[in-house]
């Protein structure tokens, strides 16, 4: 028996409630694992509150990203007490997630846990982290160094958006970070390695096709209008890594800064992320990411906690990560 959260579904509305499972109700899958830490993001907090159309089957475990223990394996890449972490996927979802004691899935969606990170460590960073890394690399494999130019981060405020920040500060590069709420959260952008913080409002008026160079490089969290303005302002030859559609799916701009300016927009996905890729992002972080980063404001919930902070989270209550110990 294991102990998890478990939504469904009763005249349109959302239920939560903490049941302990038999292990016969896991879906099937090639690896089963003990889930050491779990995260609440946004995400599961409009799942469990049903704010959001975020489920698309019930019963659900909510959960997108998870770190554990192996227990089982029909895999061979995986033996009992490896350390793993999952993100994607579609893994609370659509899929049962990690906020549960156990889980079993395909071995693919996993990543061995790399060496330098803890269970805790790896939530820390969880989903938000990891994309922040994928949209990193994406700069990096496009060639844009240091010494090209500023490298603007919309939405840098967010979970995605302050990683990226950081990461980019610890490679080199000078960082402008746009934020809605300057005077509360300058101070910290700065202090995760921002030179320059700018208003969200000067990317909210209508973008002209082109409009002046200032940007070598670009990771926008929030897309639309917001997109438009970061791709009329790029570099002959420079990368957008474009990860969110916070502000909206359309997208106001027109060819000119791709045939013009050779501008590369760089889709991430951290859903649908092919395995290698995720275990170079993984390592990545270790490599990049400052022992700092873990002194940040964290969290620590029991699960029975988890349907109070997902309304909190919802509101705009909870300051910092938070992680689920399971």
């Known amino acids: 028996m294991f ?5 469904n579904q009763e005249e349109k509305r959302t239920i939560s409630s903490i049941e302990m499972l038999d292990e016969a109700t896991l879906p099937q899958g090639e690896v089963m694992v003990a889930v050491d830490y779990s995260s609440l993001n946004y995400k599961d907090g409009l799942a469990i509150t049903g704010k959001g159309k975020i489920i698309r089957n019930f019963p659900m475990v909510p959960g997108i990203d998870f770190a554990g223990t192996v227990l089982e394996s029909k895999d061979a890449r995986y033996n009992a007490g490896d350390k793993v972490v999952l993100t994607g996927w579609g893994v609370g979802e659509n899929h049962w997630g990690g ?7 395909k071995a693919d969606w996993l990543v061995p846990l790399p060496q330098g990170f803890d269970s805790k460590q790896a939530m820390m960073i969880g989903t938000a982290g990891f994309t922040a ?11 844009v160094k240091p010494e090209d ?7 840098a405020s967010g979970g995605v958006g302050s990683v990226a920040v950081t990461l980019l500060s610890q490679l080199g590069y000078t960082v402008a970070a746009v934020t809605g709420r300057v005077e509360t959260n300058g101070p910290l952008l700065e202090k995760l390695g921002a030179t320059r913080i ?8 209508p973008a002209r096709p082109l409009e ?11 897309g639309s209008k917001v997109l438009a303005k970061v791709l009329a302002q790029m ?6 890594a474009a990860c969110g559609l916070a502000a909206g799916f359309d997208l106001p701009t027109t060819v000119m800064p791709f045939i013009l300016r050779n501008v590369r927009l ?7 992320c092919p395995s290698e890729k995720r275990i170079a992002a993984w390592n990545k972080l270790v490599e990049i990411l400052p022992a700092s980063y873990f002194e940040q404001a964290c969290t620590e919930v029991s699960l029975d906690e988890v349907p109070k902070y997902a309304d909190d989270i919802t509101n705009g209550q909870v300051t910092g990560r938070v992680v689920i110990k399971l």
């Open 3 to 7: 102990k998890a959260l478990v939504l």
């Open 99 to 105: 906020m549960a004691q156990k889980a079993s899935l």
């Open 133 to 143: 890394m994928l949209c990193v690399q994406a700069i990096l494999d496009g060639g």
């Open 149 to 155: 130019g500023e490298i603007l981060v919309t939405g």
């Open 198 to 205: 700018i208003d969200r409002s000067e990317f909210e008026e």
């Open 212 to 222: 002046k160079q200032i940007w070598a490089g670009a990771v926008d969290t929030t």
């Open 235 to 240: 570099d002959y030859n420079s990368v957008v």
């Open 266 to 272: 760089q889709g991430v996905d951290s859903v649908n």
